[in-house]
């Protein structure tokens, strides 16, 4: 607990997260009247992603396509293994950010820092490709300026800015 429950019953807690080189990398849990939320942060899979969103309604989180990446990489092929590496231990393939929400119990996922951002995919294209590793839950591709209302349930609490 980073900042103990308020007047308004909110509580704020962190947990550090896998981002190298950079350090420190947390993730943050809001909980409140009308629910829970987390926020992944630039992470790697994380266990302490999974325990931190424990039982939330909604965990935003990052997804990274690494093939999309490795198949448009400049440069020979022989020299993208270091890059992927590191890519894969910083950020979260869209395989394990389904998994990470399903372990973690919560209600929806909302896909966000989403990479590649180049327009390639559609929302709906993301959440397919998410959707099979949480079966239990709802995959929503966050786009900026959405907002989502706790107590209800995406995409019918969803509003864009």
Known sequence: VVRPED????TISAIL?????IFPALAYRFDTPSGSVVFSGDTGPSDNVVR???GADVLVHEVFDLDHWARHMPGPPADHAHVL?????SHTSVE???AIAERAGVGTLVLSHLVPADGTR???EWEAMVQPSFPSGKVVCGVDLDEFALGSS???GRTRG
């Not at 997260?17 to 080189?21: E, L, R």
């Not at 590496?85 to 231990?89: E, N, V, Y």
């Open 85 to 89: 590496a590191q890519l894969g231990r």
């Open 17 to 21: 997260v896998q981002h190298a080189p």
């Open 122 to 124: 559609t929302t709906d």
């Open 96 to 98: 394990a950010v389904g």
């Open 52 to 54: 931190l969103a424990a």
């Open 7 to 10: 007047d308004h019953g909110v």
């Open 154 to 156: 995406p995409p019918e």
